[in-house]
């Protein structure tokens, strides 16, 4: 929870109302948020992969590899979060080793739980197994067939 000690009296702050978009997938990234008031949902085409409390960052992809967002961050509740912009995230990198480590579990977690979801899909959606090349050649099997 160091996010949450180190911005929740961070000056830059953005309120969000309940039910509107922080940001969403494919927009362009900006800026790293922490969440410091309320209760918000990140979902990915419209899965929702994780449910947001106070000290919980968001963004922080787009400041490590400025990509489009690749997940959409909803507010349940009202929200406030604070802005942490691309100078200030490079210094804390630089400067506080708590904090870049707690950026790398929080990413670790998502990456472990996307993996989980993978891994957990209904056996229709799974590929078909590789087909036998003789068998599905007419030719081929008509070949065999002696």
């Not at 604070?82 to 210094?91: G, N, T």
């Not at 472990?112 to 056996?123: E, F, G, K, N, S």
């Amino acid at each position: 929870m160091m996010c949450y000690a180190l911005f929740r009296n961070e000056p830059q702050f953005v309120t969000i109302p309940a039910g509107a978009k922080l940001f969403s997938e494919g927009d362009p990234p900006n800026i790293m948020y922490v969440l410091i008031v309320g209760e918000a949902s990140l979902s990915i085409g419209g899965r929702e992969m994780e449910l947001l409390r106070p000290g919980a960052v968001v963004g922080e992809m787009s400041l490590i590899d400025p990509q489009p967002h690749s997940a959409t961050v909803r507010a349940i509740s009202d929200c406030e979060f604070a802005c942490v912009d691309e100078k200030r995230f490079d210094f804390l990198v630089a400067e506080t080793p708590g904090f870049a480590l707690e950026i790398m579990q929080n990413l670790v977690q998502r990456l472990r739980a996307a993996d989980r979801l993978l891994t957990q899909r209904p056996a229709a959606a799974a590929m078909p197994p590789a087909a036998n090349p003789i068998e599905s050649n007419p030719t081929l099997a008509a070949g065999t067939a002696h």
